[in-house]
């Protein structure tokens, strides 16, 4: 079982940059496939990126490509975004998520693990 915690997220001004953070609890970090995704109100949870196990395949959703970049650092057990030229439509709760196997999923079925979510709110 992995606990994961994010945090990072806050107010920012539109253009501007927030890195977000996920750590996660448990020795088999390096095993999952993790997710980053989000969810504004009244909206369903999209998903936004993802990174498998060693940092050497990531995956974006075309709304945040060239912006967000994905990262994880398994010594540290933590996974990071950093979120660049923000836009107010990116404001939302930001969740990770953690899946097990090699493949990189982008449907929320298929995390096993979430965090409590951090919110991201950008101002016009």
């Known amino acids: 079982q992995v606990q994961l915690v994010e945090s990072g997220g806050g107010l920012v001004q539109a253009g501007g940059s927030l890195r977000l953070s996920c750590a996660a609890a448990g020795r088999t970090f390096r095993s999952y496939v993790m997710g980053w995704f989000r969810q504004a109100p009244g909206k369903e949870r999209e998903f936004i990126t993802a990174i498998n196990w060693s940092g050497g395949s990531t995956y974006y959703a075309d709304s945040v490509k060239g912006r967000f970049t994905i990262s994880r650092d398994n010594a540290k057990n933590t996974v990071y975004l950093q979120m660049n030229s923000l836009k107010p439509e990116d404001t939302a709760v930001y969740y990770c998520?953690?899946?097990?196997?090699?493949?990189?999923?982008?449907?929320?079925?298929?995390?096993?693990?979430w965090g409590q979510g951090t919110q991201v709110t950008v101002s016009s």
């Open positions: 998520a953690a899946r097990g196997g090699l493949r990189i999923g982008v449907r929320k079925d298929e995390y096993d693990y």
